[in-house]
């Protein structure tokens, strides 16, 4: 039950992210450019929860921004899967007492 609950609330995170990065960010006058949250998200998941999770959110990131946005499927898909299995590959330098190294 816990794991369907911990995967229901990264996918609900990953559509919000999705959806700010998509729809919101964009119109706001503030700058140029926008945020990409879905990077973000990937690599800090990864950090916290290791490489097989990091490639799976990995994954789910870049193919639905594939879906959406991208010309060809599968590219998006490969490059967040890759950020997020090369960030998880660093989880063991990652403690939850210490955020100096997210930041």
């Known amino acids: 039950m ?9 996918f609900i995170t990953v559509i919000a992210a999705f959806v700010l990065q ?3 960010f964009p119109m ?8 990409n949250f879905l990077l973000a998200l990937t690599s800090a998941y ?14 789910l990131c870049g193919l639905l921004y594939d879906i959406f ?3 060809v499927i599968g590219f998006h898909t490969l490059v967040y899967a890759v950020i997020g299995f090369g960030c998880g590959r660093f989880e063991h330098l990652m403690f939850v007492e210490d955020l100096k190294f997210p930041a």
């Not at 816990?2 to 990264?10: E, L």
């Not at 706001?28 to 450019?33: A, G, Q």
């Open 2 to 10: 816990r794991k369907i609950r911990n995967a229901f609330i990264i």
């Open 22 to 24: 998509t729809s919101v």
């Open 28 to 35: 706001l006058p503030v700058s140029i450019t926008t945020p």
């Open 46 to 59: 990864a950090l916290l929860l290791g490489s097989r999770r990091g490639l799976a959110i990995g994954f």
């Open 69 to 71: 946005f991208g010309s």
